[in-house]
Structure formats: structure tokens, C-alpha cells
């Protein structure tokens, strides 16, 4: 798993998911590029996005950046709109 350093700076890298398709793969957080509705997001622990969001059928604003929870990494995500950058 990265470091906290790692993760803002996305040293590992990063992947723009733009579609509605789901995305597979571990991640570290990921920034809202416009205003966007998950769908579906889950992280290694088992937590979904209900434990994160919310209300699903309001947009997150752009600029917020989503990590997981005690550490964890999240597994996948799946939008109905928008664009998120994943920090790999």
C-alpha cells in the first residue's frame, strides 16, 4: 500500500474513468473531475458506497477527494455520470 505522500501526489500513477463501465483494480482515492454520481464503489474491507455517500442520487461536486477507510484501498467503482481520477 502507498504512503499518504504517495497518495496525493499519485506516484503510482493515475486513470481517468470516464464511463459508466465498472472499474476493477485496487486504488487509493480518487478526485471528482466534474460533478459526478457513483453508482457503485466498495473497498477491501467489504464497505460499499452507502458508507461513504450519502444520498447516491446527488452529484459529488468537482474537486472532492474520496479515500477509503482506516487505511484500506477500495476495489471498484462504477458511475452513472461524470469523471473521477483514480489515484492508483
Known sequence: MATYQEILTAAQGTYV???TLQYNGPFDGFYVLEDT???KLSDK???V????IK???IAIKAGAF???QNGSQFDSIQLSSGSV???L
Request: glycine share 4%.
Open 49 to 52: 458506497v452507502t458508507d461513504y
Open 85 to 87: 481520477i483514480l489515484i
Open 45 to 47: 474491507d467489504g464497505k
Open 17 to 19: 474513468n470516464n464511463s
Open 37 to 39: 454520481i457513483v453508482f
Open 66 to 68: 474520496i479515500r477509503p
Open 55 to 57: 444520498d447516491t442520487s
